[in-house]
């Protein structure tokens, strides 16, 4: 805490260091790149990310776990991310890429999107955990709904 003599930053992947103001602004990297600042020695860092890229964040968590004291990566996701709908039509539009794609849900589509979805996560978490660090998939929601749910339980936060 500041009380303790210790500044928190914000710092974009692949940029530098933003106000927390202008988060809802930033558009996120592609590829996941670190912040182009030097990351301070014995900090904790909190990663808040989807962790849906199609490069491998491997360098990037690495690079997040050198040096810090404590990682988080919260892994948020919204609720039809992690459950989509059999039968229905869907308009894709990836953000980095400024690309669109027309997909049919059918159950074979679910089942691979699914299967590749899980993969991802438990890679992700595979590699957060294996450099001391906690991984947190969140389904997202109201922030008390997600204490209460996620953070809670995992240690993250505790009651007042």
Do not use: F, N
């Amino acid at each position: 805490s500041q009380q303790e003599g210790a500044a928190a930053r914000v710092l974009l992947l692949g940029g530098g260091e933003v106000a927390a103001a202008a988060l809802q602004c930033a558009a996120p990297a592609a590829p996941p790149l670190p912040p182009t600042v030097p990351l301070r020695r014995s900090g904790a860092r909190v990663l808040i990310t989807d962790g849906l890229w199609p490069e491998d964040p491997a360098p990037l968590v690495h690079t997040l776990l050198g040096g810090c004291t404590r990682m988080l990566c919260l892994q948020l996701l919204d609720p039809w991310e992690l459950a989509p709908t059999v039968g229905s039509a869907l308009s894709l539009v990836d953000c980095e890429r400024d690309a669109r794609a027309e997909l049919l849900l059918d159950a074979r589509t679910v089942a691979a999107y699914r299967d590749r979805l899980q993969r991802l996560c438990e890679g992700l978490r595979a590699m957060v955990t294996a450099g001391g660090g906690v991984h947190v998939l969140l389904t997202a929601d109201t922030l008390a709904t997600m204490c209460a749910s996620h953070l809670l339980p995992a240690g993250v936060v505790e009651p007042a």
